[in-house]
């Protein structure tokens, strides 16, 4: 659905999605964890905070500390809405936190917005 919607807005990269942590951290900061993989490309990283096999928040954690990928923007879509993990999520480097409702309806329409940010921001390789 996030895919769909993103997709209605224009934005036409390539997106690649993962089901766990541990292969998304493989593919954003490669297998030796180095981040060097990453040095060229223009990545941007849609989160979710409660992933089977890790916290979102290590993966945020490990992104950001990183000195090849501390500069990609990393959008947090999760249905964690505690304003203190918000406010950690920001302090370790998250640009944009978006709460899904669970509610069918407000969550097609909360990506939908999200679709229509990234139409309307510049990204690179588009």
């Not at 030796?32 to 941007?44: F, H, K, M, Q």
């Amino acid at each position: 659905m996030i895919e769909k919607n993103v997709r209605r807005a224009g934005v036409n990269n390539e997106i690649v999605p993962f089901t766990n942590g541990n292969s998304a951290l493989d593919y954003i900061l490669g297998t030796d964890r180095s981040g060097a993989i990453s040095r060229e490309r223009y990545l941007l990283i849609l989160l979710d905070l409660n992933l089977p096999d890790m916290s979102g928040v290590d993966i945020l954690e490990k992104v950001k500390s990183n000195p090849h990928t501390k500069r990609l923007p990393v959008v947090i879509l999760t249905t964690t809405d505690d304003e203190r993990e918000i406010q950690r999520c920001y302090d370790l480097g998250a640009n944009v936190y978006i709460t899904k409702p669970v509610d069918y309806e407000n969550f097609a329409h909360a990506i939908r917005q999200l679709g229509l940010f990234f139409a309307v921001m510049q990204i690179p390789g588009q």
